[in-house]
């Protein structure tokens, strides 16, 4: 069992287009978490999500938007995209608190065209 | 931003040699963690060290920490070529809602 899977693998898309990248955990863990990797492999959080709250990192545009239909899903919607947002985006979620670990999805190498 | 900076970036080694692996960071920590990352898949938790713990072990993994030079290394023993990945310090910052603070990565390349 995929213990953080998300969806697509792939995705190859046009210049201001609008996309959603899916993500699900069944680890029930109560935070999740949206990465950004650039091609120099540099991690970056954009987002932390539990019931309670968002966590924006400031940096991130607001074409960038999660949404949480329940605590297992956190996905990830772009519009407007832009050349430079070509990247891999992994998904991860973690229990809060001190001293826990993080688990990934196997990411989505986003191409834009 | 980054708090992590891994050294050396890039590390090649004979199958069978120890590779070496240093993480430095900026602020005090609750904990470090070393992630691992195959080519094209998710990072993968190895080994988490508290912020009072100076060594660890797990299987050929060993870390250290020294949180008066804000540094922690990540040994593996007896590399295998399986062991071919980049791989990741991240810190748990004192104060930063349990966000993971990423490193840029070293990537390890075992030669057979």
């Known amino acids: 069992d995929t213990a953080v899977s998300q969806t697509p693998k792939y995705l190859v898309t046009q210049m201001g287009n609008d996309k959603s990248i899916k993500c699900e955990q069944n680890?029930?863990?109560?935070?999740m978490y949206w990465y950004k990797q650039d091609s120099k492999k540099f991690l970056k959080i954009m987002f932390s999500?539990?019931?309670?709250?968002?966590?924006i990192n400031e940096t991130v545009p607001n074409r960038f938007s999660p949404k949480s239909p329940d605590k297992a899903h956190l996905n990830l919607h772009i519009n407007s995209l832009e050349l430079g947002d070509s990247a891999v985006y992994f998904c991860?979620?973690?229990?809060?608190?001190?001293?826990?670990?993080?688990?990934f999805g196997q990411g989505t190498r986003l191409t834009v065209v | 931003s980054q708090q992590g900076e891994e050294d050396p970036q890039a590390l090649s080694i004979q199958e069978g040699e120890n590779a070496t692996m240093n993480c430095s960071y900026k602020?005090?920590?609750?904990?470090l963690q070393w992630y691992r990352q195959n080519s094209g898949r998710g990072l993968v938790h190895l080994i988490l060290?508290?912020?009072n713990e100076r060594e660890k072990h797990s299987g050929r993994l060993r870390v250290t920490l020294d949180t008066s030079k804000k540094s922690s290394s990540l040994l593996i023993t007896a590399s295998r070529a399986a062991d071919t990945a980049s791989y990741f310090c991240?810190?748990?910052?004192?104060?930063?809602?349990?966000?993971?603070?990423w490193g840029a990565g070293t990537k390890l390349i075992i030669k057979p």
């Open positions: 991240a810190t748990d910052a004192s104060g930063s809602n349990y966000q993971l603070i």
């Open positions: 602020t005090s920590i609750n904990n």
């Open positions: 060290i508290r912020s």
């Open positions: 680890l029930g863990h109560d935070t």
């Open positions: 999500y539990n019931n309670k709250e968002l966590i």
């Open positions: 991860a979620s973690s229990q809060v608190g001190v001293n826990t670990e993080a688990f």
